[in-house]
């Protein structure tokens, strides 16, 4: 595999893929002759907790080196964009600080989010198009502009661990949130719920249509307690307007996920992908109740991100 950005890069392998996390662990060292001598770098541009630290337990366990720069701070600022003048604040450009990155890395990684200023520039991708295009070494999304693939694994994983039936009506619902998020984490769960062939159903208010192409095939409505009815697994998440773009359209705690609402549910497991605001997003009675999956949800990234650098590690 010499890139994962996306549901589309293992479409023809998913159902193995998720049986390969959930086969990691129960047996996480049994690959480390694949990692021997090998180096992945992670460039983060942005935060992250569980991104930063699951990969690099994933390439731990199958014997490789990680080394992480945290882009934003200690590199040199860098400039985009072909023929461009850089007699501003960007000391080096993207495609040379890229290229000498893959001359010391077998795999990199890139964490780089939406501007949510600029719908178009975000939805090029510029950033991991061009870790793909000059690294010369396979790539992995940290979370891009548009989608959270190594989350969405996870996620699927989760749901296929949890679930007790063939095809769970699982909900992605709208949450409110104090800032304006990207749309990534949305997108990518709705592409990989299409993928995997769960009964998906997106909950929003009016407003925060998703782009299409990531939603298609998906039941959409704006009754957040219609939704809930009989669900089996209830995905909350924040997303800033895609149509209007970055935009916060309602602010109150109308779409928090409370008790309540849960009881509408078929004793709904409840995930987030954190962080995740308490009693903004969710109220602490359903993060805090037996039915929430947040801690295994967040500790099925090693597994995700394992069977994904594994991959890699035998396409080198
Ligand atoms: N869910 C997730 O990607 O968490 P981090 O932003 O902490 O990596």
Request: proline share 4%.
């Amino acid at each position: 595999m010499k890139q994962f950005t996306g549901v589309a890069d293992v479409r023809n392998f998913l159902h193995e893929l998720v049986k390969d996390a959930i086969a990691l662990k129960k047996n996480p060292f049994a690959h480390q002759h694949l990692g021997k001598n090998k180096v992945i770098g992670l460039v983060f541009m942005n935060p992250s907790l569980r991104t930063r630290l699951s990969t690099q337990r994933a390439a731990l366990n199958l014997g490789m080196q990680a080394m992480v720069m945290n882009a934003d701070k200690d590199a040199w600022k860098m400039a985009t964009g072909e023929g461009v003048v850089m007699n501003g604040d960007a000391a080096e450009h993207i495609k040379d600080a890229v290229a000498v990155m893959g001359q010391y890395c077998d795999i990199l990684g890139l964490r780089s989010f939406a501007t949510l200023v600029n719908k178009e520039e975000d939805y090029a991708e510029q950033n991991l198009n061009d870790f793909i295009r000059y690294s010369g070494v396979p790539v992995v999304s940290l979370e891009s502009a548009t989608r959270h693939p190594l989350q969405s694994l996870a996620d699927l994983v989760t749901i296929e661990e949890y679930k007790k039936k063939p095809r769970p009506k699982v909900v992605l619902t709208w949450a409110p949130h104090p800032r304006a998020l990207p749309q990534a984490v949305p997108n990518s769960f709705a592409e990989w719920m299409l993928a995997a062939d769960v009964d998906l159903t997106i909950a929003h208010p009016e407003g925060y249509e998703l782009d299409e192409s990531f939603t298609q095939g998906a039941k959409i409505t704006y009754d957040q307690a219609e939704a809930f009815k009989n669900a089996d697994f209830i995905y909350a998440k924040n997303w800033s307007s895609y149509h209007e773009y970055g935009q916060i359209l309602l602010r109150d705690r109308s779409w928090t996920v409370s008790a309540e609402k849960m009881a509408l549910t078929n004793n709904a497991h409840f995930m987030h992908c954190l962080p995740v605001r308490r009693n903004v997003v969710v109220d602490d009675a359903v993060i805090d109740s037996p039915q929430s999956l947040i801690i295994p949800q967040a500790a099925n990234r090693v597994w995700a991100c394992q069977a994904v650098l594994k991959r890699m590690l035998e396409s080198l």
